[in-house]
């Protein structure tokens, strides 16, 4: 079971991105699927989350107004828009999923993609 994720890159500060995330299987129907970011020397942070069923987004405040978390389910595929980016978005963002209810716990997540980079120049 994979999670690719892709849509990373460099963009200036106020710019926007989409990051995407497909699983390699279908069975993530039923799994919370989540947005996680870290950088060198930082413990990994809660980014957004959505619920298996597509509701109840949840967001860190640190983004709140900003992103958006989505799900095409038949494309099964999860997004990630990151509009009005900010140099300290600048990361690696992973995408993972979570079997049940949705949450903001990194630990609480089964699967993990690869990451992609995203950059923010100022």
């Known amino acids: 079971v994979q999670l690719q994720a892709s849509g990373g890159g460099l963009v200036q500060a106020g710019g926007s991105l989409r990051l995407a995330c497909r699983p390699s299987e279908r069975t993530f129907s039923r799994y919370c699927m989540g947005w996680f970011r870290q950088t060198p020397g930082k413990e990994r942070e809660f980014v957004a989350a959505i619920g298996w069923s597509g509701d109840l987004p949840t967001y860190a405040d640190s983004v709140k107004g900003r992103f958006t978390i989505s799900r095409d389910y038949p494309k099964s595929t999860i997004y990630l828009q990151m509009n009005s980016l900010k140099p300290e978005d600048t990361a690696i963002y992973f995408c993972?999923?979570?079997?049940?209810?949705?949450?903001?716990?990194?630990?609480?997540?089964?699967?993990w993609g690869q990451g992609t980079l995203v950059t923010v120049s100022s």
């Open positions: 993972a999923a979570a079997y049940g209810r949705t949450t903001v716990d990194g630990n609480a997540y089964d699967y």
